[in-house]
Nanobody, 121 residues
């Protein structure tokens, strides 16, 4: 069984910063890619940032220059440093990982439970 557990969401004022973390656990052989998505009320879930095991990153245009994604391959964790937060960044943030299972060797996509981020004065 594979599990993703997120932490770090909360309430922050515009211009502030937050750091989200996500830890994967279970029968994991490898994690080719990890990322963060978000879903605001009434909107579709969208990609925020993604990072491969080799360190290649991509970001949504709306967060470029403000958010930084990083990962620790040894600890199966991914982080999202969010700076200069804006009210439009308010959403539930979800961790996602493509994980290759240790026993079956299958690669599946897994989601965390979501952590809310609210940017408001």
């Amino acid at each position: 069984q594979v599990q993703l557990v997120e932490s770090g969401g909360g309430l922050v004022q515009p211009g502030g910063s937050l750091r989200l973390s996500c830890a994967a656990s279970g029968s994991i052989l490898s994690i080719p890619a990890m990322g963060w998505y978000r879903q605001a009320p009434g909107k579709q879930r969208e990609l925020v940032a993604r990072i491969t095991s080799g360190g290649t990153t991509n970001y949504a245009d709306s967060v470029k220059g403000r958010f930084t994604i990083s990962r620790d391959n040894a600890k199966n964790t991914v982080h999202l440093q969010m700076n200069s937060l804006k009210p439009e960044d308010t959403a539930v943030y979800y961790c996602n990982a493509n994980i290759r299972h240790f026993f079956t060797l299958e690669t599946n996509s897994y989601w965390g439970q979501g952590t809310p981020v609210t940017v408001s004065s």
